[in-house]
């Protein structure tokens, strides 16, 4: 059965500071891998996803994923954090042949000035 | 509409009581699907709609959970005889196409008393 992983209940980083929010996987057949971003009391946002080819995918608000598929990860980064980016992000596979996403049970960031 | 529309975003019912939960989706979106957020358990999948295909059922919890969508654009969720346990944050997507991200809803917070 398709799942992920994260690892880290809660993430701190400092303003200014690169980030890493990690994120492992378990599929069976090629993976489809997304990530979401949900703020306080809104709803979740798309962030990026990888189907197929470059590893480094780029997203939305400055942030990149790195799919490594020896490891079976796609860790979130951005260079350089800010305090509006502190929310609760969430990984996602690509679970049933339909198409409905399996997430993760998410990994809270909070970044201090 | 612009956005994926839920109504109504708070629901407060009595224990044994009947509720349904509405989601009206993005325009032209062919998939649409359930989950429920409960604190600290992450993103549970409950549904999924494609087109005019059979539902995809197999994350609903228990026989007391039932979904429809009409006419291939509003869904309702319907849980009866509500207990305690099913209250959390109910949340509709909607996507054009397979392996496309996801647009959420703003959810229904739903607390049963």
């Known amino acids: 059965a398709q799942s992920v992983a994260q690892p880290e209940d809660q993430v701190n980083v400092a303003e200014g500071n690169p980030l890493t ?3 492992t996987y378990s599929v069976s057949g ?4 997304f990530w979401y971003v ?26 990149e994923a790195e799919f490594n598929k020896s490891q079976t990860s796609f860790h979130l980064k951005k260079p350089s954090a800010l305090v509006s980016d502190s929310a609760l ?9 339909q198409g409905n996403l399996i997430f993760g049970k998410g990994t809270k960031l909070s970044v201090k000035p | 509409g612009a956005g994926v529309s839920q109504s109504p975003s708070n629901k ?31 993103l549970e999948f409950l549904i999924y709609f494609q087109g005019n295909s059979a539902p995809d059922k197999s994350g609903l919890p228990s026989d007391r959970f039932s979904a429809e969508r009409t006419g291939g654009s509003v869904s309702t969720l319907t849980i009866q005889r509500t207990q305690q346990e099913d209250s959390a944050v109910y949340l509709c997507a909607s996507s054009p196409r397979v392996n496309y991200g996801y647009t959420f809803g ?8």
């Open chain 1, 89 to 97: 992000y969430f990984c996602a596979v690509r679970g049933g042949s």
């Open chain 2, 106 to 113: 703003s959810g229904t917070r739903l607390t049963v008393v």
């Open chain 1, 38 to 63: 949900q703020y306080p009391n809104r709803g979740l946002q798309f962030l990026l996803k990888y189907i197929t080819g470059d590893n480094l995918v780029k997203g939305s608000y400055g942030f």
């Open chain 2, 12 to 42: 407060v019912t009595e224990k044994g009581k009947d509720v349904e939960l509405r989601c009206d989706p993005i325009s032209g979106h062919t998939a649409l699907y359930w989950y429920r957020q409960s604190l600290g358990q992450g």
């Open chain 1, 21 to 23: 929010v990690k994120c």
């Open chain 1, 30 to 33: 090629n993976p489809y891998l």
